[in-house]
């Protein structure tokens, strides 16, 4: 190396670091005095130009093409005045080759005075190649800002994936990209681009992968050219560039990036994008999990929502109904679409409270409701109690009934007993008999009660036993009916029963209980007299039995509810006839404790027919089970 020195005041500078400096310099460094005469001219310089340190020292180095001598003193002249000038130019070399250069030129300095100029020269090229990388660098990251707002758009965990995969490879140049996720000890390959769909969902121990490595170093993981034929990624022909990059979601590792190479090798640029798109990978992946969870929350929601069989409604801060499920609609007979946008069809309780309050439709209902804070709607939940308001108006007027229906011949069992005790010997031998005759028919009234109290709780409670066997359905048909002409004048009494009609499966005793309510029931509600009829037929595998009447009937929307408990219907002159609402819930008990039915119907001709309906039993195999 040559550094030319001019003047005593150059020559007490050498100074080891200096040349160091001037040597290592990978720019040309040519310094000159106020007669641009050469003062330094370094390696670079030589390498640049041409020419030697030894040829040039002390000289007016060549350089200058003539037409821009005039540009270069003006440039001196304006330099020398303490403004340094980077410009572009063009300089000669020894071989008479035009160089195409940037040179950057600022006053030499020695102590206050300016001696001269320093010019450092390099080629213009550099520039352009520099500038090439970073205009690159800014389309790259700008693309990445759409790529990452296009991830971002999507929602769905899976297409996030694959469009994280495929961005990976535009961005980068990768010729294949994947995401794993991490799970536990174990990595799942859950998405790829331009790689085989077989590979999809392949595991393989988190310890032994290029990710725990990743996760130890916190660094981009390069694996190149050696131990790739082993991978699952060898799959991409030629592959001889791995790099990782790291997806956290919440801070925690989530998953890892790769970027597969075959055609080209990746620099630091490729790295970096590769690293932040990473960092952009972990937001879109959270992002889309918190929208997952969200929708897996809501549908849970809407579910339960939907699947309530409480009516559920949702209400604005006006007080309007802004959801309203199926359960609502079912209960108040109002659909959705009628009652959004409205005040619910019913008014609320305050806070906390619960209201129970009746429909135009007749239904009961218990209303609760509560606010949501947050944003001020009102959830309401509502049920349907009617079932349970009837069975408490029921068992009211079944107390008040009972108590009438005990009270009366209580009374008078009472009253004769008491007569007897005190006037005895006072009364005729016929009194006598009259009052103890009255006793025993309402002690006998008494007791039909307490068994139909009995049996009403043991039907209720499912405890109503009944044993299954073959017996003569037509016996005790005329058994029940016998003697029935002499009890009403007002009555007249038929039975149709053939000889031939099949034999019953199905209890006598119990038989003999419904059939005597039915024929009881028929006198009791046909006041005014009339036809009571009696009939039975084989039909299908059955025995039908009717019991008809020309009484004051049963209203239609009334006709199955008479065999509820404690029901006793006000249609019609029924009401007035008294009882506990207990005979016909028993009657349909036991008929179908044995396999059977009864049901109420409109006699034609006015009046009503009840159906029994008992199985045959040639219906049913002789090694039938009994119950």
């Given at each position: 190396m040559h550094y030319g020195v001019v003047g005593d005041e150059w020559a007490g500078s050498d100074d080891e670091i200096a040349r160091a400096a001037l040597a290592s310099s990978p720019n040309a460094i040519v310094a000159l005095d106020?007669?641009?005469?050469?003062?330094?001219?370094?390696?670079?310089?030589e390498r640049m130009f041409g020419w030697s340190a030894d040829e040039l020292l002390g000289r007016r180095a060549p350089i200058v093409p003539e037409e821009l001598t005039a540009e270069h003193n003006a440039v001196l002249e304006r330099v020398r005045t303490g403004e340094p000038v980077s410009l572009r130019t063009k300089r000669l070399h020894a071989d008479g080759r035009v160089l195409d250069l940037r040179v950057d030129i600022s006053a030499l300095?020695?102590?206050?005075?300016?001696?001269?100029?320093?010019?450092?020269?390099?080629?213009?090229?550099?520039?352009?190649?520099?500038?090439?990388?970073?205009?690159?660098?800014?389309?790259?990251?700008?693309?990445l800002t759409d790529v990452v707002g296009d991830i971002n758009s999507e929602l769905e965990l899976p297409a996030v994936l694959d469009r994280i995969s495929a961005s990976l490879t535009e961005l980068t140049g990768a010729d294949a990209g994947g995401f794993v996720l991490i799970e536990g000890d174990k990595l799942r390959l859950v998405s790829t681009y331009q790689l085989p769909e077989a590979i999809r969902g392949i595991t393989?121990?988190?310890?032994?992968?290029?990710?725990?490595?990743?996760?130890?170093?916190?660094?981009?993981v390069l694996l190149q050219s050696e131990g790739l034929d082993d991978l699952v990624w060898a799959r991409l022909k030629g592959l001889h560039t791995i790099a990782l990059g790291l997806a956290a979601v919440g801070g925690r590792p989530y998953g890892a990036l790769y970027a597969l190479f075959a055609r080209r090798t990746p620099g630091h640029l490729e790295l970096e994008l590769l690293e932040l798109l990473a960092g952009h990978a972990g937001i879109a992946v959270g992002n889309a999990v918190a929208y997952q969870e969200a929708v897996r929350q809501r549908a849970h929601e809407r579910a339960v929502f939907d699947a309530s069989a409480d009516g559920i409604a949702v209400l604005d801060q006006e007080g309007n109904v802004v959801r309203w499920n199926p359960a609502a609609a079912e209960l108040t007979a109002l659909p959705a679409e009628s009652v959004i946008g409205g005040p619910p069809p019913f008014p609320l309780p305050k806070a906390g409270e619960k209201g129970t309050f009746q429909l135009d439709n007749g239904r009961w209902l218990d209303v609760v409701s509560a606010q949501i804070e947050e944003t001020g709607e009102v959830v309401v939940d509502f049920r349907d109690v009617t079932a349970a308001k009837e069975l408490e108006e029921a068992k009211d007027l079944f107390l008040a009934t009972t108590s009438h229906e005990l009270r009366t011949p209580i009374t008078i069992v009472r009253g004769f007993a008491s007569t007897l005790d005190s006037r005895w010997d006072a009364m005729t031998d016929q009194a006598r008999r009259s009052a103890v005759h009255t006793i025993a028919e309402r002690a006998k009234s008494l007791g039909v009660l307490m068994d139909h109290l009995l049996l009403g709780a043991r039907a209720g409670a499912d405890e109503l036993k009944v044993r299954i066997e073959e017996f003569d359905l037509r016996e005790r048909i005329v058994a029940a009916t016998l003697g029935l002409p002499e009890l009403s004048d007002r009555h007249r009494v038929e039975v149709d029963v053939p000889e031939g009609l099949p034999r019953v499966l199905g209890d006598a005793l119990a038989t003999d209980i419904l059939l005597g309510q039915l024929l009881e029931n028929a006198f009791k509600y046909s006041p005014k007299g009339g036809l009571i009829s009696v009939a039975a037929w084989p039909e299908d595998d059955n025995v039908v039995v009717v019991v008809d009447d020309e009484g004051v009937g049963i209203a239609p929307p009334d006709r199955e509810r008479i065999f509820e408990r404690f029901v006793q219907v006000d249609s019609g002159d029924r009401r007035r006839f008294g009882g506990v609402g207990l005979g016909l819930y028993i009657v349909r008990s036991l008929a179908r404790a044995q396999g059977g039915d009864v049901s109420a119907h409109p006699r034609p001709g006015g009046g009503t027919r009840m159906r029994l309906v008992l199985r045959a039993s040639s219906s049913i195999g002789s090694d039938t089970p009994m119950r």
């Amino acid at each position: 190396m040559h550094y030319g020195v001019v003047g005593d005041e150059w020559a007490g500078s050498d100074d080891e670091i200096a040349r160091a400096a001037l040597a290592s310099s990978p720019n040309a460094i040519v310094a000159l005095d106020r007669d641009q005469s050469v003062l330094v001219w370094n390696a670079a310089a030589e390498r640049m130009f041409g020419w030697s340190a030894d040829e040039l020292l002390g000289r007016r180095a060549p350089i200058v093409p003539e037409e821009l001598t005039a540009e270069h003193n003006a440039v001196l002249e304006r330099v020398r005045t303490g403004e340094p000038v980077s410009l572009r130019t063009k300089r000669l070399h020894a071989d008479g080759r035009v160089l195409d250069l940037r040179v950057d030129i600022s006053a030499l300095r020695l102590g206050s005075a300016v001696a001269g100029d320093v010019c450092a020269y390099h080629p213009a090229r550099a520039d352009e190649v520099a500038e090439h990388r970073m205009a690159r660098r800014a389309r790259l990251v700008a693309r990445l800002t759409d790529v990452v707002g296009d991830i971002n758009s999507e929602l769905e965990l899976p297409a996030v994936l694959d469009r994280i995969s495929a961005s990976l490879t535009e961005l980068t140049g990768a010729d294949a990209g994947g995401f794993v996720l991490i799970e536990g000890d174990k990595l799942r390959l859950v998405s790829t681009y331009q790689l085989p769909e077989a590979i999809r969902g392949i595991t393989t121990d988190l310890r032994t992968s290029l990710v725990d490595k990743l996760l130890r170093t916190g660094k981009t993981v390069l694996l190149q050219s050696e131990g790739l034929d082993d991978l699952v990624w060898a799959r991409l022909k030629g592959l001889h560039t791995i790099a990782l990059g790291l997806a956290a979601v919440g801070g925690r590792p989530y998953g890892a990036l790769y970027a597969l190479f075959a055609r080209r090798t990746p620099g630091h640029l490729e790295l970096e994008l590769l690293e932040l798109l990473a960092g952009h990978a972990g937001i879109a992946v959270g992002n889309a999990v918190a929208y997952q969870e969200a929708v897996r929350q809501r549908a849970h929601e809407r579910a339960v929502f939907d699947a309530s069989a409480d009516g559920i409604a949702v209400l604005d801060q006006e007080g309007n109904v802004v959801r309203w499920n199926p359960a609502a609609a079912e209960l108040t007979a109002l659909p959705a679409e009628s009652v959004i946008g409205g005040p619910p069809p019913f008014p609320l309780p305050k806070a906390g409270e619960k209201g129970t309050f009746q429909l135009d439709n007749g239904r009961w209902l218990d209303v609760v409701s509560a606010q949501i804070e947050e944003t001020g709607e009102v959830v309401v939940d509502f049920r349907d109690v009617t079932a349970a308001k009837e069975l408490e108006e029921a068992k009211d007027l079944f107390l008040a009934t009972t108590s009438h229906e005990l009270r009366t011949p209580i009374t008078i069992v009472r009253g004769f007993a008491s007569t007897l005790d005190s006037r005895w010997d006072a009364m005729t031998d016929q009194a006598r008999r009259s009052a103890v005759h009255t006793i025993a028919e309402r002690a006998k009234s008494l007791g039909v009660l307490m068994d139909h109290l009995l049996l009403g709780a043991r039907a209720g409670a499912d405890e109503l036993k009944v044993r299954i066997e073959e017996f003569d359905l037509r016996e005790r048909i005329v058994a029940a009916t016998l003697g029935l002409p002499e009890l009403s004048d007002r009555h007249r009494v038929e039975v149709d029963v053939p000889e031939g009609l099949p034999r019953v499966l199905g209890d006598a005793l119990a038989t003999d209980i419904l059939l005597g309510q039915l024929l009881e029931n028929a006198f009791k509600y046909s006041p005014k007299g009339g036809l009571i009829s009696v009939a039975a037929w084989p039909e299908d595998d059955n025995v039908v039995v009717v019991v008809d009447d020309e009484g004051v009937g049963i209203a239609p929307p009334d006709r199955e509810r008479i065999f509820e408990r404690f029901v006793q219907v006000d249609s019609g002159d029924r009401r007035r006839f008294g009882g506990v609402g207990l005979g016909l819930y028993i009657v349909r008990s036991l008929a179908r404790a044995q396999g059977g039915d009864v049901s109420a119907h409109p006699r034609p001709g006015g009046g009503t027919r009840m159906r029994l309906v008992l199985r045959a039993s040639s219906s049913i195999g002789s090694d039938t089970p009994m119950r």
